[in-house]
């Protein structure tokens, strides 16, 4: 059974950081590629960052471009977004996600190429 669990969420003040950890089981976890999206109250779900089998290519979207970085442990199946700079806009539910590819440098920004989901982490920031 694959699982995917989020944790780190919190709430913190403008300008704060968080780091937040997503521990994967069920798959083989160097065969997927690995994405960050996030949904606020009343909005759809939109893409945050990405990062391909070989870590050596992370995309994210140009709102957290030099404040947010994603990577990837294979050792502990586990990916991580380090949140810095944080702002209010940045308040959501994240979610991880796992992409199976035979790419080792394909990253996926749209959620229909994900297969498995975490249930997602709360980051509340306050002004």
């Known amino acids: 059974q694959v699982q995917l669990a989020e944790s780190g969420g919190g709430l913190v003040q403008a300008g704060g950081s968080l780091r937040l950890s997503c521990s994967v089981s069920?798959?083989?976890?160097?065969?997927?590629?690995l994405g960050w999206f996030r949904q606020a109250p009343g909005k759809e779900r939109e893409f945050v960052a990405a990062v391909s089998r070989s870590a050596a290519y992370p995309y994210y979207t140009n709102s957290v471009k030099g404040r947010f970085t994603i990577s990837r442990d294979d050792v502990k199946n586990t990916v991580y977004l380090q949140m810095n700079s944080l702002k209010p806009e940045d308040t959501a539910i994240y979610y991880c996600?796992?992409?199976?590819?035979?790419?080792?440098?394909?990253?996926?920004?749209?959620?229909?190429?994900?297969?498995?989901w975490g249930q997602g982490t709360q980051v509340t920031v306050s002004s």
């Open positions: 069920g798959l083989t976890f160097s065969n997927y590629g």
């Open positions: 996600a796992a992409a199976a590819t035979s790419s080792t440098m394909r990253i996926f920004d749209t959620a229909g190429d994900y297969r498995y």
